[in-house]
């Protein structure tokens, strides 16, 4: 028995399997099809109510159903007792920067996706509106990252949650000149095996072709996932 994931190949998604990787947990995956709206199916919101991905269940649990990324992190970090920090104050920390994912990055440079990449209709206020807000956070990351090595001291959850999102700032439309100490962070986590293993996790296409089949495939499913 072991954890089985329900995930496809975005940014919240990846955070859950690289941190099984992480953890060395055992697990199976259930790619989602999010463009064929298998989320929004009755079996899988009886898993997560919210009709997203990712959800884990854990059968070693009683079958314990868990949703929203952020609390997946946690669950899994707390399970393995580790990537959480140490004692109250780093585990607050870790906690501080999840949330600084979870609230902001990820809901803003989601936006900025939806505006700047898969909207058919080009609004210049929204695209400017999520493209500055998502560089002001990669901005807040930058000066974090210039005092400590990790967000929270130590490679954490917090680390894996931020760099899921904040790699893609491309796609997002932006870039991260002059954010050193970012592109330092970011090369670092893309080196560890583990995070190399969980980010091609459901999806492993690797040449330029493949890439750019599948960022036709996610414009248009995201198309079909937002009317
Ligand atoms: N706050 C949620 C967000 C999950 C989320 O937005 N997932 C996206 C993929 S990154 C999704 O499932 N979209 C499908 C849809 O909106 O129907 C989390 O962190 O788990």
Known sequence: MSIELFTAATPNGIKASIALEELEMPYTVHAIDLGS??????????????????????HDNNDF??????????????KAGRLLGEGADNESRVMQWLMFQM??????????????????????????????????LLEVLDRRLGEAEYLAGDYSIADIANWSWARSYEWSGLDIDGLDHLQRWLDTIAARPAVQRGQAVPDSSTTPEEKSKRAEKVVAGARNMLV
């Open 37 to 58: 709206r298998v989320q929004k199916e009755d079996w899988f919101l009886a898993i997560n109510p919210n009709g997203r991905i990712p959800a884990i269940i854990d």
């Open 103 to 136: 609230g902001g990055l990820g809901p803003m440079m989601g936006q900025a996706n939806v505006f700047f990449r898969y909207a058919e209709e080009k609004i210049p206020y929204a695209i400017d509106r999520y493209q500055r807000e998502s560089r002001r």
């Open 65 to 78: 159903p868990v949703f929203e990324s952020g609390a997946i992190l946690i669950y899994l970090a707390r």
